[in-house]
């Protein structure tokens, strides 16, 4: 396993109280998509499964409905303070079947293997994506699946007509991500990773969210998305001190959505699962 990935990579997003509030907008627009592909990758009731960067713990939650009570459901992060969050989450509704332990991927070890071993947004964080697939099979029983949900973020996503507002936020999202995440086009080199971990060639999907300005959801997600990494964006130089107006940038952003008639286009969610 490469020494590079199991350094501690400096996660962008860091985990403040902002952060964890994102992670959970975001998990509702992304649940159908997540979901999907489980079904895909062959969950049913009983299984063992294994959620590898688990964050405020959304993907586990979903894994743990439908393994149901009969499976059992195990997740994981290097951050503490994020598992908490997760861990009070999973108690209030009241998962019997689901546990968060502190851990990373690269040295997390469990008395047995697991049916599906699954992540979400993971891959892009990681200095080495196929040190950690590598990891991440080795936790897998022989013809179990594995499971990533990962986004593209090369390309623009565009509004037509345009809003030159939208354009901006997603620019600077762009750059942000493309010079902090080591690996930010892992979602596009997905087969390429799968095949360097010495994985069978994986199963893909692609589903990209389209909107005009009926769901508000989207403009929070974007600008909270914005907003946690302000910081990075200071470090490069592109955006001083405060950002103006960051309090009603949603707001803004989809007014002059509703106003141009525009309809947007967001990142691609790319989806990958094989058989072990
Ligand atoms: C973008 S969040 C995604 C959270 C969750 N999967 C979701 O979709 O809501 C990524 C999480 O993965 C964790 N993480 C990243 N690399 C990891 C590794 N190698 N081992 C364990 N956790 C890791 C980070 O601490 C962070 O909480």
């Not at 509702?28 to 997540?34: D, H, W």
């Not at 762009?174 to 069978?200: I, K, N, Q, T």
Request: hydrophobic share 45%; with cysteine.
């Amino acid at each position: 396993m490469s020494e590079a990935n199991q350094r501690e990579v400096s996660y962008v997003f860091g985990h403040s109280e902002a952060e964890i509030s994102r992670l959970q907008t975001q998990a509702t627009i992304l649940r159908p998509i997540t979901e999907r592909l489980l079904h895909r990758a062959g969950i049913r009731p009983g299984m063992r499964v294994l959620d590898l960067g688990s964050g405020a713990g959304d993907v586990a939650m979903l894994a743990a409905q439908l393994v149901g009570p009969s499976g059992c459901v195990i997740g994981i992060d290097r951050n503490s303070q994020v598992l908490s969050i997760a861990n009070a989450r999973a108690e209030r509704a009241g998962f019997k079947h689901l546990s968060f332990h502190e851990a990373s991927v690269e040295t997390f070890v469990d008395d047995a293997r697991f049916d599906l071993v699954i992540g979400r947004y993971v891959l892009i964080h990681q200095s080495d994506p196929v040190a950690f697939l590598r990891a991440a099979a080795r936790l897998v029983k022989p013809r179990g699946s594995m499971a990533f949900h990962e986004l593209r973020l090369r390309d623009a996503c565009r509004s037509v007509p345009n809003v030159p507002l939208w354009e901006m936020i997603d620019r600077l999202l762009r750059l942000a991500f493309s010079s902090a995440a080591p690996h930010y086009d892992a979602g596009d080199r997905l087969v390429e990773h799968f095949s360097h971990a010495g994985l069978p060639e994986p199963n893909l999907f692609c589903e990209t969210h389209v909107f005009g300005a009926a769901d508000a959801t989207y403009y929070a997600w974007a600008v909270d998305t914005l907003r946690v990494l302000l910081p990075q964006l200071q470090r490069l130089g592109i955006v001083a001190g405060e950002f103006m107006g960051i309090e009603t940038l949603a707001t803004r952003v989809r007014d002059a959505v509703r106003q141009a008639h525009s309809q947007v286009t967001f990142a691609p969610q790319i989806c990958a699962w094989t058989r072990t």
